[in-house]
């Protein structure tokens, strides 16, 4: 079934406390080619049959309203993917 | 000037003068919140807590180990994701298999780093109702046969406080089913289970029995005044996680059950 | 610093403004008055620098200068006795008053809000709110043990409520539990005119010894001056994005955030490394950043020192490299703290931040030149006075009166009006209207919102929600410890500002009592409207006015407290709301007395007697009717109630003991029971026949000083004839009857525990999920 | 900079309480069309400089250690966006 993915990330003017954590943890293991760290949130809407116009509008609408809080994240992403 | 006692740090040790020797390490990680309480229980059990650094490289001459609650790295990428890395886990999880078989207990938080770390199988995830919960809870003790559980009969019902966000605990069906088989189901919850936990677990051990872990605080419930019955008064008593202090330091000194 | 590494401003320095006197600048986006640049100018003797112009603007904005109350808060300072000072170590004016609890132990807390934030985003407003009491708390040099929400929200049922009631929620938890703080108790209350304007505030306790009390000020010539924490980001500068404009270079200016993210570990780690650096003692003066940021640090840490600071701002460590000078001194992002540290302890200080790996920057250094000085990579971008900016803002006696509609207001009562048509008085009725009361909105059971804090972390919880007051161990030796409660009532207030000012202290003090504990101090934050409007500043003089008099009577000191003003939709001011929060001591808090009876056939008492009060209470508010006059203040009656209870748990004569406030007898009838799930008897006839009320009066009316207790069998004799030395009104109203499983009140229905149970636990769950 | 996208969702066999309670609320608001969401994080790591093969290994180990725990999640994408 396909699926739209929806990507959502911090504002990039906002503090992101959880890629702040990673970004402390990665040197401590190895990883040392990173100088910054962003988390966000991916979400995978299964549609059930075909992905039409208005269903690709509904998941932005539904990014824009539910899956993101528009104060302090961006949709940075929504696209279609078939499985 | 003098120095600020810090809270917990002031309480005289309990009776039985021949635990005082066993001493149980308790490790702090940044954003580790009950480590003042761990400690309070073993020295209300009897016993010498031993403060242990996250960064610290060796274990000292510690006979066990208490992982407390708290959100170490603020829990921030997964409970214990980050803290399952910190250089004394390393000697922690060495000295758990080694054939010594360091008992270490794992609390909520501590509990998540031993999944994290792998020395006790599946893992945390949100609570099904996606809300932290802090609730007096009822777990029955499954097997008494642990470091951390010998001062209880096996089907003992216990309260003890809980309160956690990352509670639900899963893990794949045949993994359930080798713990259910090995008798390695530790604690369960009775009467309600408060965050979605596969097969009602509360808390697990490893195959030996010296790891245990698990999601509720048997530390809040140490000290009569200050656990479930004065705090919300629905049964139990407040001292019903004494027992698992009581235990590993019995073992340790040789002492019988 | 070289220049290469800093970036290139259009930077105003302070001899480029000695050069321009007439260039504009942005005062009035930055929110000064004429008057206020005006003095600014004058203070200086030259027009300020785009960076003073920074600092001015925040330091004397009504939230840092409290220039609209000022004249009024004073009394706090003013109407207070010797006798109230001696327990006092700090008072009003540092980040947190500090009162003395004895054995070289002391105690000090605030309640501050964090309203605005928290209606734009529930979560993140609620949960900074937590963060910026907390670091009051830990710049006195104490460890928080303890934090409370009092909690004020819209229409139950109004679309936008769940919205506000889940996010503060969530954020008061997130943030404090994560702190290792226990929550010990708050308030909730709903009533549409908070629906666009909710009110969270938000209370922190800490405890230390004598000699830790740390102090806001910076002294010492050649001492240095840290920042430490998290970065500086744009935070809280939105509305001062006029200051980007002093940017010249190519990198344009990234956005500023619209709200502040809170990093409950980054501020966990920050007790826990200052609690480190107190015990090392290797700070000799500490200041939190709060509101105002570094412009607020700076100025208060040099003006209450004895000589100047002088500070290189390219050494602060940014989170977003745009930023402008000015930017940077207004900035509020959370988690930092500043401090002044000798030579000799620097290596020391270095040693904590790298052990629990805080970002710190040294910024300058303590000079005896009076002045507070801020280069930017060499260049003077402040050169002033810092008590200027810090102390001598503008203060405004505003005009205020008595409202016109007060009297008609206060005409209008309860009894006799179209919604007291049909008052219940059959025993069905009177069953309906009991369950009714503790399933309303306010009066239900909070465990909605209270199971999602923490109130075992820390192992001191000696008694929490749905207690009358939250009960914390200080000393794990003797058992020495504090109670604390906050109470206001928005309706009372509105009805009469100068007693419900006096009627929420009387609660709280009466809350604390009731626990056992002796009443020691008080902190408030007074939430109203615009005090431009001269209705509501009558409302906050008479507030005050009132709550310094009540102080004075009850023999509790104000040590602190917080003004949020402005709280009002359009023109449409809040009820005003100022929340009262007391501290008390207890010596042993084994001694504390919960709220529920346990142990059959216990007698129980009501202490105190009852009048016809309804206007303002929740019956009348179930009833959509809101004027009259507010029940009666009478402090000589709660000071006597108040040692009644505390002789009484110190003695062992009470083993439960409830206070009466809202929703008067009924709901602590009903609360008492559920609190163990153990049912009672009782009979009002005496107390009717007594205080000639009817039974409905007897259960509804909300008069105060009043209680009910349970009393050991072994205990009645001892009790009554304390409450009779006393001259206190007692009457044996019943027994507590384990069995029976119900509250069994003579001439009402048999209320099953199970149903008074499911009424009073199902509200929130049922609107909140 | 270049940055690394690290994608990481709950195992499929996994019940997601977040994704579960975002599908009970979508109808509510009218988004009909999706019969399930899964909830995942995204994590954007910031490369100072050239994003080589070196550094790519690192963020693929630093996915499947540090970032994802194999017992619940699976590392669904690793890739190199360009700002
Ligand atoms: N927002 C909240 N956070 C924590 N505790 C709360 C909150 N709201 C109410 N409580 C607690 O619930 C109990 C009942 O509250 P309330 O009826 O307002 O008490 P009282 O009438 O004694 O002031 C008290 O213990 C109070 O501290
Ligand atoms: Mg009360």
Redesign the interface.
């Known amino acids: 079934m396909p699926r739209i993915v929806v990507d959502v990330m911090?504002?990039?003017?906002?503090?992101?406390?959880q890629g702040?954590?990673i970004v402390?943890a990665l040197p401590r293991l190895g990883f040392t080619g990173f100088s910054s760290v962003r988390q966000g949130k991916r979400f995978e809407l299964t549609v059930d049959g075909e992905v039409t116009d208005a269903i690709l509008a509904q998941a932005r609408e539904a990014a824009e309203t539910l899956l993101s809080?528009p104060?302090?994240e961006d949709v940075v992403n929504v696209e279609v993917v078939e499985a | 000037?003098?120095?600020?006692?810090?809270?917990?740090?002031?309480?005289?040790v309990a009776a039985e003068p021949r635990l005082a020797g066993a001493r149980i390490g308790v490790v702090t990680f940044?954003?580790t919140?009950?480590d003042?309480?761990a400690a309070?229980a073993v020295r209300l059990a009897g016993g010498t807590a031993v403060p242990l650094w996250h960064?610290d490289t060796t274990l000292g001459d510690v006979d066990a180990v208490v992982i407390p609650g708290?959100?170490s790295?603020?829990?921030?990428l997964r409970a214990g994701a980050i803290a399952r890395f910190a250089p004394l886990m390393s000697k922690i999880i060495d000295a758990a298999n080694s054939d010594a078989k360091l008992p270490v207990l794992g609390i909520c938080n501590g509990f998540q780093i031993l999944t994290e770390s792998h020395l006790l199988p599946g893992s945390m995830i949100k609570n099904d109702h996606l809300?932290?919960?802090?609730?007096d809870q009822v777990l029955r003790v499954e097997n008494s046969n642990t470091a951390w559980t010998l001062d209880y009969e096996a089907g003992q019902e216990i309260t003890v406080?809980l309160?956690n966000?990352d509670g639900q605990y899963i893990a794949e069906e045949k993994v359930l089913d080798g713990l259910e088989a090995e008798g390695r189901v530790v604690f369960r919850y009775v009467g309600f289970n408060p965050n979605g936990s596969r097969r009602d677990i509360a808390g697990i051990s490893n195959a030996a029995g010296n790891v245990v872990g698990l999601m509720p605080?048997p530390?809040?419930a140490?000290?009569v005044?200050?656990g479930p019955e004065?705090?919300d008064?629905?049964g139990g008593t407040d001292t019903d996680g004494l027992g698992f202090f009581t235990s590993v330091l019995n073992k340790i000194v040789g002492g019988a059950k | 610093m070289t220049t290469e590494t800093t970036k290139k401003f259009n930077i105003d320095t302070v001899e480029n403004a000695a050069k321009t006197p007439d260039t504009e600048l942005p005062w009035a986006e930055l929110g000064l008055k004429q008057n206020e640049f005006d003095e600014v100018v004058k203070v200086l003797g030259r027009r300020p620098t785009g960076a003073e112009l920074a600092m001015y603007s925040v330091m004397w904005s009504e939230h840092c200068s409290y220039k609209s109350s000022k004249n009024h808060l004073r009394q706090f300072g003013q109407k207070v006795t010797e006798e109230m000072k001696k327990d006092m170590l700090v008072g009003i004016g540092e980040n947190a008053g500090v009162t003395n609890l004895g054995d070289g132990w002391a105690v000090t807390f605030k309640i501050e809000s964090h309203n605005s934030p928290s209606f734009?985003?529930p979560y993140?407003g609620a949960a900074t709110g937590i963060g910026g009491i907390v670091r009051d708390i830990i710049s006195m040099g104490a460890?928080p043990?303890a934090v409370m929400d009092p909690l004020r929200f819209g229409a139950i049922d109004h679309p936008d409520t769940a919205r506000v009631m889940h996010g503060a929620v969530?954020g008061i938890?997130?943030y404090g539990?994560?702190?290792?703080l226990p929550n010990i108790g708050g308030e909730m209350v709903f009533d549409s005119v908070y629906q666009g304007n909710p009110l969270v505030n938000a209370l922190a306790v800490g405890?230390?010894?004598h000699?830790?009390i740390r102090l806001a000020n910076a002294s010492g010539k050649g001492n240095k001056v840290v920042l430490f924490g998290?970065r500086t980001?744009?935070?809280g500068i939105g509305g001062a994005s006029v200051l980007a404009s002093e940017s010249f270079d190519d990198t344009k200016p990234?956005?500023?955030?619209?709200?502040?993210?809170?990093?409950?570990?980054?501020e966990?780690?920050l007790i826990?490394c200052c609690?480190e650096l107190?015990?090392g003692?290797l700070v000799e003066g500490i200041q939190d950043l709060g509101a105002a940021g570094i412009s607020c640090a700076t100025s208060e840490l040099a003006s209450n020192g004895d000589g100047g600071m002088q500070v290189e701002l390219t050494s602060v460590l940014l989170?977003?490299p745009t930023l402008t000078p000015g930017e940077i001194l207004m900035s509020e992002?959370?988690e930092r703290m500043m401090a002044v540290v000798t030579p000799e302890n620097i290596e020391a200080f270095e040693a904590v931040m790298e052990?629990?790996?805080v970002e710190y920057s040294w910024l300058g250094e303590v000079t005896d030149t009076g002045r507070l000085i801020i280069t930017w990579d060499g260049e003077v971008i402040v050169d002033v006075d810092p008590r200027t900016v810090a102390h001598d803002g503008p203060v405004y006696d505003r005009p205020y009166a008595r409202p016109e509609w007060q009297d008609a207001v206060q005409a209008d009562t309860f009894t006799g009006s179209v919604q007291d048509a049909g008052r219940p008085s059959s025993p069905a009725s009177l069953a309906a209207a009991v369950t009714e009361l503790v399933a309303s909105p306010n009066m239900c059971s909070k465990a909605w919102i209270?199971?999602?804090?923490?109130?075992?972390?820390?192992?001191?919880?000696?008694?929490?929600f749905p207690d009358d007051a939250g009960v914390v161990?200080?000393?794990?030796?003797s058992g020495l410890g504090v109670a604390l409660a906050t109470d206001a009532n928005g309706r009372y207030t509105y009805l009469d500002p100068y007693h419900g000012a006096q009627l929420a202290l009387a609660e709280a003090y009466r809350n604390v009592a009731t626990s056992g504990a002796v009443p020691m101090a008080v902190s408030d934050c007074l939430n109203f409207g615009s005090p431009e409007d001269p209705d509501v500043m009558w409302q906050l003089a008479e507030a005050i006015r009132g709550l310094s008099d009540a102080c004075m009577e009850l023999g509790v000191p104000v040590t602190g407290g917080n003004v949020s003003l402005y709280n009002q939709t359009g023109t449409t001011p809040i009820h005003p709301s100022p929340v009262v929060a007391v501290l008390g001591k207890l010596d042993d808090?084994?001694r504390r007395t919960?709220s529920?009876w346990?142990e059959d056939g216990q007698a129980i008492y009501l202490l105190g007697t009852t009048a016809a009060e309804l206007d303002g209470s929740e019956w009348a508010n179930m009833r959509g009717h809101l004027g009259g006059q507010p029940p009666k203040v009478d402090l000589a009656t709660e000071r006597a109630l108040g040692e009644i209870l505390i002789n009484a748990s110190r003695d062992g004569m009470v083993d439960s003991a409830h206070d009466l406030s809202e929703g008067g007898l009924a709901a602590a009838l009903v609360e008492s029971s559920l609190?163990?799930?153990v049912g009672a008897r009782i009979a009002l006839q005496d107390v009717m026949d007594r205080d000639g009320v009817d039974l409905f009066t007897a259960l509804f009316s909300e008069t105060q000083g009043r209680a009910i207790v349970g009393v050991p069998r072994s205990e009645e004799v001892r009790f009554t004839d304390m409450c009779t030395a006393r001259g206190f009104a007692h009457a044996r109203i019943g027994v507590v009857d384990a069995a029976s499983g119900a509250l069994e009140i003579n001439g009402v229905d048999s209320l099953s525990l199970d149903a008074l149970r499911e009424a009073h636990e199902g509200t929130l769950p049922k609107y909140f999920g």
């Open positions: 911090p504002k990039p003017e906002i503090l992101d406390p702040k954590a402390g809080n104060v302090i | 000037m003098t120095e600020l006692p810090l809270i917990g740090e002031a309480i005289a940044p954003g919140l009950d003042r309480d309070r960064a708290g959100f790295y603020g829990d921030y809300k932290f919960m802090c609730r406080p309160k966000q605080h530390e809040h140490v000290e005044g200050f004065s705090l008064g629905i | 734009v985003e993140q460890r043990v969530a938890g997130g539990n994560s702190l290792g405890v230390m010894r000699e830790d998290a980001g744009g935070d990234s956005k500023r955030p619209a709200v502040q993210v809170g990093d409950p570990f980054a966990k780690v826990e609690l107190f015990k003692s989170r977003d992002s959370q052990k629990w790996a209270t199971n999602q804090y923490d109130r075992y972390v820390g192992g001191n919880t000696a008694m929490a161990r200080v000393d794990e030796e808090v084994a919960p529920g346990r609190r163990y799930g």
